[in-house]
């Protein structure tokens, strides 16, 4: 089944305490990304992948960090957390060949640092 | 940068009638739009896209128009099921991000 994973899906964290939120897709897609979703904000990127080694940031990136060493793993790392990153996450991909530009999301990760 | 933005942020509508949610797009240029719809607790799903070359698009009781002339777009569900209700979000293309609106609450009334 073609999917993207997340994990974990719920994390309660305190401030300054790094964590890792990992995202692997099975579907063989250069593009992957992350957004966070707040309440009346919609998804806001945070950071993007065009392929293996390449990142970018997205309009969000202050306080996270990421890296791309593999096609399908696309990792989110906070290595300071605070409270004004409690939000739910998302990662997604999709490919970039051809027109469609349909990105797969994954279950989300709540997170909450207090 | 441009925002995608919609005109409701709820919707209630009775079981079968149909539905139509609105967004508003500012980037004359976007040329791909897509509808999400976010169930809760989940990911958002792709339902339905569009490009700019094209005015309507048909899928399983879903349809998405285009209007061009004033950066419009709707997506309309007919005989709407309590399945239905959900978050939907419409997703302008500005590769390589997409821009998404904040998004309509759907309820569906039985």
């Known amino acids: 089944e073609a999917q993207v994973t997340q994990n974990p899906r719920y994390l309660i964290t305190v401030t300054g305490k790094k964590l890792t939120v990992t995202c692997s897709q099975n579907?063989?897609?250069?593009?992957m990304s992350w957004y966070r979703q707040d309440p009346g904000l919609g998804l806001r990127q945070i950071y993007y992948s065009m392929n293996v080694e390449v990142t970018d940031k997205g309009d969000v990136p202050e306080g996270y960090k990421v890296s791309r060493k593999e096609k399908r793993n696309f990792p989110l790392i906070l290595e300071s957390p605070s409270p004004n990153q409690t939000s739910l996450y998302f990662c997604a991909s999709r490919k970039t060949s051809g027109f469609a530009y349909e990105q797969y999301f994954g279950p989300g990760t709540r997170l909450t640092v207090t | 940068g441009e925002s995608v933005g919609l005109h409701l942020p709820t919707l209630s509508v009775q079981e079968g009638d149909n539905s139509i949610i609105n967004c508003a797009y500012s980037n004359s240029a976007s040329d791909y739009f897509i509808w999400y719809k976010q169930e809760s607790g989940k990911g958002p799903q792709f339902i339905i896209d569009?490009?700019?070359?094209?005015d309507k698009r048909q899928g399983q009781r879903v349809t998405v128009l285009l209007n061009k002339t004033v950066k419009h777009l709707s997506l309309q569900i007919a005989a709407t099921q309590p399945g239905d209700s959900a978050v939907y979000f419409c997703?302008?293309?500005?590769?390589?991000?997409?821009?998404f609106g904040a998004g309509t609450r759907l309820t569906v009334k039985p």
């Open positions: 569009i490009r700019s070359n094209m």
């Open positions: 997703a302008e293309n500005m590769f390589p991000d997409m821009r």
């Open positions: 579907m063989n897609h250069e593009y």
